[in-house]
């Protein structure tokens, strides 16, 4: 296994008063210390209540423990919901798949839905195992609170990049946003190349992370390059930049590398959302002041195909 991470702390940002625009400017401006420092901050007081998180935990949990022959009625689609296998992630430049299996869903539109009808990619329902009912309400309850928090916290990246509040509004009309919980099978002791997940930087805008007290998340440090723990912090979530929201912002906010390993000994569970914008959305570093632009326009749903096409075995020759 790759060196032992060094110790230091990342961002923790309070967000209290955001939601109401109390102290916006000054969460702002954290924020934009964070963004072109590590690339990753913790915020506490983000309105998430703990009995939404903890209920969406324990169903996914139960879900993850069934046998993975039931866990297949809900393998993943081409709309990328559902169960997607051990083995079945690889990320840039990795030579091995990664060791965990995630549950994923998102926007759920009924197939009459304009947006589906028009064959948009990635749109459509969610699917649901019959044997863990209590899993659809609490995602979809977890869900919808990480939408709040995640559109309150672009309010506060849109004046970080010297942009109104309400500039990625629009964008989030009918959002991308993908809520995925993760399991990773603990690591045997004597695997010396293995990853949870092996260092990548995310495709989208913004990922806000619920973690368990398993430890393994670690972070590369810009200047040194060493790899650095973002340790799990009671009441706190994780957000860090993705590749979207830095060809967006001209690498202003640059995504910055992160892998995990579990070396806990034991299973590690987490609940990541990519909050990301419409995919019509129109990716231009110039609408956000760039006059020398490093990126091609693009739209959003554009970049996450192409991330998730290189990325994800169930898409091969899809």
């Not at 690339?39 to 993850?64: E, L, M, Q």
């Not at 997607?84 to 197939?111: N, Q, R």
Request: aromatic share 8%; net charge negative; proline share 10%.
């Amino acid at each position: 296994m790759p060196d032992q991470p060094l110790r230091q702390a990342l961002p923790v940002i309070d967000i209290a008063g955001l939601m109401d625009g109390a102290r916006l400017a000054g969460i702002a401006a954290e924020i934009r210390a964070a963004c072109t420092g590590p690339g990753f901050f913790y915020i506490r007081n983000h309105g998430v209540p703990d009995a939404v998180i903890s209920a969406a935990v324990t169903a996914a949990r139960r879900f993850f423990h069934l046998p993975a022959e039931v866990k297949a009625a809900t393998r993943a689609t081409l709309v990328h919901r559902g169960w997607h296998a051990a083995g079945g992630a690889v990320m840039a430049g990795a030579t091995k798949p990664d060791l965990k299996e995630f549950f994923s869903i998102g926007l759920d539109l009924p197939a009459d839905h304009p947006v589906v009808l028009a064959g948009e990619k990635l749109r459509g329902p969610n699917q649901w195992p019959a044997e863990v009912p209590e899993l659809q309400p609490a995602m979809e309850a977890y869900y919808a609170a990480m939408m709040e928090c995640g559109a309150q916290l672009m309010r506060a990246i849109a004046v970080s990049l010297d942009l109104p509040p309400d500039f990625f509004a629009a964008h989030y009309t009918l959002p991308l946003q993908r809520t995925q919980a993760v399991f990773y099978p603990p690591q045997p002791p004597d695997d010396t190349e293995g990853f949870g997940v092996a260092p990548h930087t995310d495709f989208g805008c913004i990922t806000l992370l619920w973690q368990d007290d398993s430890g393994g998340l670690e972070v590369k440090e810009r200047q040194s390059g060493a790899w650095i723990p973002a340790p799990p912090l009671p009441g706190t979530l994780v957000i860090n930049v993705g590749d979207l929201l830095g060809r967006w912002s001209n690498d202003r906010f640059a995504s910055t590398p992160h892998r995990v390993v579990n070396r806990s000994g034991h299973e590690r569970m987490s609940i990541a959302t990519f909050h990301d914008p419409n995919f019509q959305a129109p990716i231009d570093p110039r609408a956000l002041g760039a006059t020398q632009a490093l990126y091609p326009p693009t739209t959003a749903g554009g970049h996450i195909l192409e991330c998730f096409a290189k990325a994800f075995a169930y898409r091969k020759g899809g």
